[in-house]
């Protein structure tokens, strides 16, 4: 799953970057180096996982992650983020828009801080760039006479929608509709979280947190500088820095369940004696897909599924117990995936 961050000039999306991946990478750096795509990583923090590598102490031990993506953007005249840098995010499972909420003499906004401009601004291009692309397509079925297919109806609707200077949203495809349009990767379909990159002097960002929420994007706050210093500090020495700060757990560890909800992703697991792995799926995968997540063998020559909850297996102690207790179940291709279940793949191929 990757979540690209994107944000204005002196919003300070490279400090968020560090912030929730624990980084160093050089901020306010414009030379070839600071050009370059900031990629990182990140383990979504999972205590089953810890527990079942303990018992089963396999030779590797892989966590679900997010990839969080850095890219260089590219501004027109106006402010918008030009054609070139959206393209950089289309691929994208969800938007990280980082919005400066504060100021600084030492590093001063060149239009002034003013965080509910700067969201508008950001979401005024991607639905702008949404716009261009729906238009277009539009424009080639017309010409083409495909006015009575489904991908024209929606396409209208879309097009009314963007028009009106409103995101899409989630849910506003169809599950039938989301295969369909896939290819066209809009932006403002896409789950959107607004991170207000907050500071020591902090601007009043109440107008900012209720218009996002009420565009149904949902809002993340942190103070970017001091979480991306914490960050660099051993897990040992973050615990009282956090405290100060009235969190529990690094900024990495908050936001990483806040995309893995933001998204409707679960984790189902499968252990041995060479790994123990968490794989991320979206709620209401049914099992024979989520095999296909492992290989696609698995979900090709899918007979069945041996499932038991994690908590089962780690009160047993062992699969084999497991099953002696009844805690093992035995699950059809239909069966939908939850959140916590250990399973074993039979398959014929």
Known sequence: METVIIGLPASGKTTIFNALTGRSVPVGDFSAAGRQVHLADVPVPDERIDRLSELYRPKKTTRATVLFRDPPLAYLDNGTLSPAGLGEVRKADSLAVVVRAFESESLPHPQGVNPLRDLRTVLDSLVLADYEVAEKRLARLEKEAKRDGREYQVLKNVVDRLGAGQLLGRGFFSAEDEKLFAGFAFLTAKPLVAVLNDGERSVDHAAVAEEARSK???VFALRGDLEAEIAQLDTSEQAEFLKDLGASEPAKNRFLRHVYADLDLVSFITVGE??????SIRRGTPASRGAGTIHTDLEK??????????????????????KKANKLRLEGRDYVLEDGDVILVRFNV
């Open 216 to 218: 149904g994007i949902t």
């Open 274 to 279: 060479d790994e123990v792995r968490a794989w």
């Open 301 to 322: 020559g899918f007979i069945r599924a041996e499932v038991v909850r994690c908590e089962d297996l780690l009160a047993c102690g062992d699969w084999a117990e497991a």
